[in-house]
């Protein structure tokens, strides 16, 4: 047999079934079969409503213990400042200041989270310092100049003193770019 062959038989085939298909149609108004219906319709419940599915009650359920959310690694540094040199000593910046992407990324993080307080140019003279807030220490003094990348990271995810932590507003990539674009406001 040959193929031209098979593949007429095939394409009448297709045609048949086709036809077979369009001529007995299923009554619309009657619903399908289901197989599982306890699967198809489960009860629901609102995120906080209460429910007796539960000893306790409550359907929002807290994680496992010892489980981290899919895409958010654990930051292994405490808000302390033996941490804080720890982390300068051990983290690295994955940008660099040659990075333009980066440095444009960090100037957009910057002017939403950091210039506020800091200033546009890092001089600790932002918005909510001119309305009695305690002013930053300015990012382009020596001090600043000489902290490594990972201790300035730790401050962004951790805060210190007056700052508040940023890791839940501001991604790990982010926080990095932010880093870089400061060192860029630095002589």
Known sequence: MSSRTINIALLLLLCIAGILAWTVRKDPARPNFEIFPD?????RYNSFAPAAVFADGKVMRAPPPHTI????????????????????RELANPHTGDDTNALRRGAQVFATFCQPCHGAKGAGDGLVVARGYPAPPPLARAETAALPDGTMFHIITRGKGNMPPHASQISE???????????????
């Open 39 to 43: 699967m198809a319709r489960q009860a």
């Open 69 to 88: 959310p899919r895409g958010f690694l654990p930051f292994r540094y405490e808000a302390t400042e033996e941490d804080a040199a720890r982390a300068g």
């Open 173 to 187: 990539d982010d926080q990095w770019k932010a880093v870089v674009y400061i060192r860029s406001l630095q002589p």
